[in-house]
């Protein structure tokens, strides 16, 4: 009985222990989304100041005829704070005036203060800066790249969809000679650094013309590529052949029996394959920045922010914002279809 | 990987086959025709002909292609004798910092590495001592964590941990590169408060020392998939085989190592190969963050990133291919290597089945 007891605690230790690790493992690993977003709404003066707060925040500006004067938090003798205006400001002291309606201290008769006015507190007051948004939105013209950005995605997604369906197929449903030799072929590429086949390909695509356009980009992928080709093998191998036999004694060619057979069952790893291609188009950089480097307009968004980025070093805040335009597409493809990414990455990585 | 692994080449002979069986090889061949297609024109083809450009002289000056020459081993000539892949990086510690205080100059502890330009290799190899033991074994302890029996709510944690892998790796860079600002980043903001002193805030990616620990740091997203892929491997060790060792009387330690490790050996052989040959072709990131200057003091000019200068920005194609076919030679002995001593530590179960 005691000893029951004993063991539940030390087990509710365990799980508070094992999960508290987690949960700041996870914090560690996430911070920089809060970064992110905090950064994305400063102003540049708040985050060249050392002494503001982490999240966006803004002192305000009290107007003086015509001037603006800087707002601090001013600590009387008697211990009081009030948020008043510097009118005057010197290494030694400080003018300060009333920032409210009714002054007590006024631009005749201000407030003598005794000290270097940078060690005052300042009244940052929560004040998120959406203007960034706006700023980076019209500068990189989101909806462009959006659009580039999808139209990649899709174009290239049909191809690999095509091709790997039917060398995947082909792979699964067929014994020949040289079969297993083809296949070794196949997933070895995968291991081929890219840059062995870049300088004829290149040269190739510039002489026939295809340099700033996108058919570099798109056509290899009716080609098929070895990830893919390799996941839907995988997968079509776990289907049963026995309504394949069926359909073959019923007369049935074998791309009747892809299309009305197999693919029917294959939903699952068809929307796998398009989820993962559709966040590797995302990502997709160096094809893009050498076959479009000289077509702003047709970049898809990771070359474009990159350059933006580039361009922009200077303002973390703009950085930011455009950072999180580039990820929030893909971020909420992944909380939409999580489960579709865990089963492809099982597929493919356990039977490896 | 498997399949690599216990792959024979077998007599594959054409004669004996039955009219059925010639059958499925038309249509089997007619399937997979795409990607012989494909693999011909965009790998095969491309290959050969990078492994021509590397015995002729082809550049571009002044936007004129020049006549192309045969120059035999000419560029391997050069390959062996460019400094800038082989220099070796020298390196000196200075341990102590000036600083002033009270109108003083002290010396405090806080040890900066200065290091001469290293070649575009070593380059590599110094940034793979840091990312890949950090690729292998960040996603294995997460993935052990994630594992553990006494963790509540796996679920969301392994979906959390995985997320940040879909964010293309230009917003996570730039994402981890303002947390490592030395001035306005909050991983600097954060020391500070913990005390450490001005001069010994790392300077992160302006630093010839700290900016391979800050480009692992950027590509710490990328882990998701490997967490996962092992997470399923253990998941797959049988319950059994814990039980066993349980009653032998193995401890934690002892049940990981001669458990879990010969069970989960292949996924971390599958993970180390592709660390390996990504290790060779790393070069976006330092691309991106500096523009490909390898700034600071050479320190990122890595291998790929001056294969890369030398065909896009100096024009010289039989030099860029001639680095291009040397990179994918010692990919392949590195890998025919590691694939060697695969056979002494990966375990396959179907082996003994």
Same mark, same amino acid.
């Given at each position: 009985? $005691?000893?029951?007891?004993?063991? $539940?605690?030390?087990?509710?230790?365990?799980?508070?222990?094992?999960?508290?690790?987690?949960?700041?493992?996870?914090?560690?690993?996430?911070?920089?989304?809060?970064?992110?977003?905090?950064?994305?709404?400063?102003?540049?003066?708040?985050?060249?100041?050392?002494?503001?707060?982490?999240?966006?925040?803004?002192?305000?500006?009290?107007?003086?005829?015509?001037?603006?004067?800087?707002?601090?938090?001013?600590? =009387?003798?008697?211990?009081?704070?009030?948020?008043?205006?510097?009118?005057?400001?010197?290494?030694?002291?400080? #003018?300060?005036?009333?920032?409210? #309606?009714?002054?007590?201290?006024?631009?005749?008769?201000?407030?003598?203060?005794?000290?270097?006015?940078?060690?005052?507190?300042? +009244?940052?007051?929560?004040?998120?800066?959406?203007?960034?948004?706006?700023?980076?939105?019209?500068?990189?013209?989101?909806?462009?790249?959006?659009?580039?950005?999808?139209?990649?995605?899709?174009?290239?997604?049909?191809?690999?969809?095509?091709?790997?369906?039917?060398?995947?197929?082909?792979?699964?449903?067929?014994?020949? +000679?040289?079969?297993?030799?083809?296949?070794?072929?196949?997933?070895?590429?995968?291991?081929?650094?890219?840059?062995?086949?870049?300088? +004829?390909?290149?040269?190739?695509?510039?002489?026939?013309?295809?340099?700033?356009?996108?058919?570099?980009?798109?056509?290899?992928?009716?080609?098929?590529?070895?990830?893919?080709? =390799?996941?839907?093998?995988?997968?079509?191998?776990?289907?049963?052949?026995?309504?394949?036999?069926?359909?073959?004694? #019923?007369?049935?060619?074998?791309?009747?029996?892809?299309?009305?057979?197999?693919?029917?069952?294959?939903?699952?790893?068809?929307?796998?394959?398009?989820?993962?291609?559709?966040?590797?188009?995302?990502? #997709?950089?160096?094809?893009?920045?050498?076959?479009?480097?000289?077509?702003?307009?047709?970049? +898809?968004?990771?070359?474009?922010?990159?350059?933006?980025?580039?361009?922009?070093?200077? $303002?973390?805040?703009?950085?930011?914002?455009?950072?999180?335009?580039?990820?929030?597409?893909?971020?909420?493809?992944?909380?939409?279809?999580?489960?579709?990414?865990?089963?492809?990455?099982?597929?493919?990585?356990?039977? $490896? | 990987?498997?399949?690599?692994?216990?792959?024979?080449?077998?007599?594959?002979?054409?004669?004996?086959?039955?009219?059925?069986?010639?059958?499925?090889?038309?249509?089997?061949?007619?399937?997979?025709?795409?990607?012989? %297609?494909?693999?011909?024109?965009?790998?095969?083809?491309?290959?050969?002909?990078?492994?021509?450009?590397?015995?002729?002289?082809?550049?571009?000056?002044?936007?004129? &292609?020049?006549?192309?020459?045969? !120059?035999?081993?000419?560029?391997?000539?050069?390959?062996?004798?460019?400094?800038?892949?082989?220099?070796?990086?020298?390196?000196?510690?200075?341990?102590?910092?000036?600083?002033?205080?009270?109108?003083?100059?002290?010396?405090? &502890?806080?040890?900066?590495?200065?290091?001469?330009?290293?070649?575009?290799?070593?380059?590599?190899?110094?940034?793979?001592?840091?990312?890949?033991? !950090?690729?292998? &074994?960040?996603?294995?302890?997460?993935?052990? @964590?994630?594992?553990?029996?006494?963790?509540?709510?796996?679920?969301?944690?392994?979906?959390?941990?995985?997320?940040? *892998?879909? %964010?293309? &790796?230009?917003?996570?860079?730039?994402?981890?590169?303002?947390?490592?600002?030395?001035?306005?980043?909050? %991983?600097?903001?954060?020391?500070?408060?913990?005390?450490?002193?001005?001069?010994?805030?790392?300077?992160?990616?302006?630093? !010839?020392?700290?900016?391979?620990?800050? *480009?692992?740091?950027?590509?710490?997203?990328? /882990?998701?998939?490997?967490?996962?892929?092992?997470?399923?491997?253990?998941?797959?060790?049988?319950?059994?085989?814990?039980?066993?060792?349980?009653?032998?009387?193995?401890?934690?330690?002892?049940?990981?190592?001669?458990?879990?490790?010969?069970?989960?050996?292949?996924?971390?052989?599958?993970?180390? /190969?592709?660390?390996?040959?990504?290790?060779?072709?790393?070069?976006?990131?330092?691309?991106?963050?500096?523009?490909?200057?390898?700034?600071?003091?050479?320190?990122?000019?890595?291998?790929?990133?001056?294969? *890369?200068?030398?065909?896009? @920005?100096?024009?010289?194609?039989?030099?860029?291919?001639?680095?291009?076919?040397?990179?994918?030679?010692?990919?392949?002995? !590195?890998?025919?290597?590691?694939?060697?001593?695969?056979?002494?530590?990966?375990? *396959?179960?179907?082996?003994?089945?």
């Amino acid at each position: 009985m $005691k000893r029951t007891t004993i063991g $539940k605690v030390k087990y509710r230790l365990n799980v508070a222990l094992v999960t508290g690790i987690t949960v700041v493992c996870l914090a560690i690993y996430l911070v920089p989304f809060l970064f992110m977003i905090f950064t994305s709404l400063k102003t540049q003066g708040q985050i060249s100041e050392l002494g503001a707060p982490i999240w966006p925040a803004q002192v305000p500006k009290f107007t003086y005829e015509g001037k603006e004067l800087d707002v601090y938090t001013v600590v =009387f003798p008697d211990g009081s704070k009030r948020d008043m205006a510097a009118l005057k400001k010197a290494r030694t002291y400080t #003018d300060f005036i009333d920032i409210t #309606d009714n002054p007590q201290y006024t631009a005749e008769n201000p407030y003598h203060w005794e000290g270097y006015y940078g060690s005052l507190r300042r +009244p940052w007051k929560f004040s998120p800066t959406w203007e960034n948004y706006k700023i980076v939105w019209e500068t990189i013209n989101y909806p462009r790249l959006l659009w580039n950005t999808m139209f990649y995605a899709i174009m290239t997604n049909v191809g690999v969809l095509l091709s790997c369906t039917l060398v995947a197929f082909g792979f699964s449903r067929f014994r020949f +000679p040289g079969r297993d030799l083809l296949f070794i072929l196949l997933i070895s590429t995968m291991f081929l650094p890219g840059t062995v086949t870049l300088i +004829p390909t290149y040269t190739f695509f510039q002489r026939i013309g295809w340099v700033g356009t996108w058919l570099p980009l798109i056509v290899p992928s009716f080609f098929a590529n070895p990830y893919d080709a =390799f996941l839907m093998r995988q997968y079509f191998l776990t289907l049963p052949r026995e309504l394949d036999e069926a359909a073959m004694i #019923d007369g049935a060619g074998p791309l009747r029996i892809l299309w009305s057979v197999v693919l029917p069952q294959s939903w699952a790893v068809i929307v796998a394959v398009t989820v993962f291609h559709i966040v590797w188009a995302w990502n #997709d950089y160096f094809g893009p920045l050498i076959y479009l480097s000289t077509r702003r307009e047709l970049q +898809p968004i990771s070359v474009a922010i990159s350059t933006f980025n580039g361009i922009y070093g200077s $303002k973390p805040y703009l950085i930011q914002a455009a950072s999180l335009m580039a990820l929030i597409l893909p971020v909420m493809l992944f909380f939409a279809a999580q489960r579709f990414f865990v089963q492809g990455i099982v597929i493919t990585g356990v039977e $490896k | 990987m498997e399949e690599l692994l216990r792959f024979r080449f077998r007599k594959v002979s054409l004669r004996k086959l039955s009219v059925k069986e010639r059958r499925e090889m038309k249509q089997g061949l007619a399937f997979i025709s795409p990607w012989l %297609i494909g693999f011909l024109a965009f790998t095969f083809l491309p290959m050969l002909a990078t492994f021509v450009f590397t015995f002729l002289d082809m550049r571009i000056t002044e936007g004129i &292609f020049n006549p192309v020459r045969f !120059v035999g081993l000419g560029n391997y000539k050069t390959l062996f004798q460019d400094m800038n892949i082989w220099r070796v990086p020298g390196v000196r510690i200075n341990w102590t910092q000036p600083v002033v205080v009270n109108g003083e100059t002290r010396q405090i &502890f806080a040890p900066q590495v200065k290091m001469d330009p290293p070649g575009a290799m070593w380059v590599t190899i110094i940034f793979g001592l840091y990312a890949l033991p !950090v690729g292998i &074994f960040l996603p294995l302890l997460l993935a052990l @964590l994630l594992n553990s029996r006494y963790l509540k709510g796996q679920a969301f944690f392994r979906s959390l941990f995985y997320m940040p *892998y879909v %964010i293309p &790796f230009v917003a996570s860079v730039f994402l981890w590169g303002g947390m490592l600002n030395p001035e306005t980043g909050w %991983i600097n903001r954060f020391l500070m408060l913990l005390g450490v002193p001005k001069v010994a805030l790392p300077q992160w990616a302006n630093d !010839v020392f700290w900016v391979y620990p800050t *480009y692992v740091i950027m590509g710490i997203w990328g /882990i998701g998939n490997a967490m996962l892929i092992m997470l399923a491997g253990l998941q797959n060790v049988p319950t059994e085989l814990y039980d066993a060792a349980k009653v032998d009387g193995a401890g934690g330690w002892a049940t990981f190592w001669k458990v879990t490790w010969p069970m989960i050996s292949p996924v971390i052989f599958y993970n180390l /190969i592709l660390n390996v040959v990504g290790l060779f072709q790393y070069f976006l990131v330092p691309l991106v963050v500096n523009q490909g200057t390898g700034r600071p003091g050479g320190a990122t000019y890595f291998y790929n990133l001056y294969l *890369y200068k030398t065909f896009f @920005l100096y024009q010289n194609m039989s030099y860029g291919a001639t680095m291009a076919w040397a990179l994918f030679v010692v990919i392949l002995i !590195v890998t025919i290597i590691l694939f060697g001593t695969a056979k002494k530590w990966v375990y *396959y179960a179907s082996e003994s089945a």
